[in-house]
């Protein structure tokens, strides 16, 4: 299994079910030195699943002051990779360490 930090629209049942055909576990984490910007979607299919013109992303600031609260959760390889179809390609996913001292991925923008 591994981590996945939320801190926008994955946190929301209806996407979590298109987009793994579940609902996701996890517990509320918190990830420091990055700054929560927006991002337009333009992307028909995450529209529809989201129902958001406008998705947060992070932007990296070395700051720890800066904190994003958010839900890691617990996915399978597989669902990692359905994950990085839902986000549109505006988005990387790296790996990172939040602060309960876990590891785990975010969505960050390119």
């Given amino acids: 299994m591994a981590n996945l930090f939320s801190y926008g629209t994955l946190q929301k049942e209806q996407v979590q079910l298109e987009t793994f055909g579940r609902l996701l576990q996890g517990e509320k984490d918190v990830l420091t030195g990055y700054k929560l910007n ?4 333009t992307d028909p ?5 989201s129902g ?4 947060p992303v992070l932007e990296f600031s070395g ?3 800066d904190q994003i609260e958010g839900v890691l959760f617990e ?4 669902e990692i990779l359905q994950a990085d179809a839902y986000e549109v390609d505006d988005y990387k996913r ?3 360490v939040f602060k309960s001292g876990k590891k785990g991925f975010i969505y960050v923008g390119k």
């Fill in 38 to 41: 927006s991002l337009e979607i």
């Fill in 45 to 49: 299919e995450v529209l529809r699943k």
């Fill in 52 to 55: 958001q013109k406008y998705h």
């Fill in 63 to 65: 700051n720890d002051d």
């Fill in 75 to 78: 996915v399978t390889e597989a």
């Fill in 94 to 96: 790296i790996e990172t």
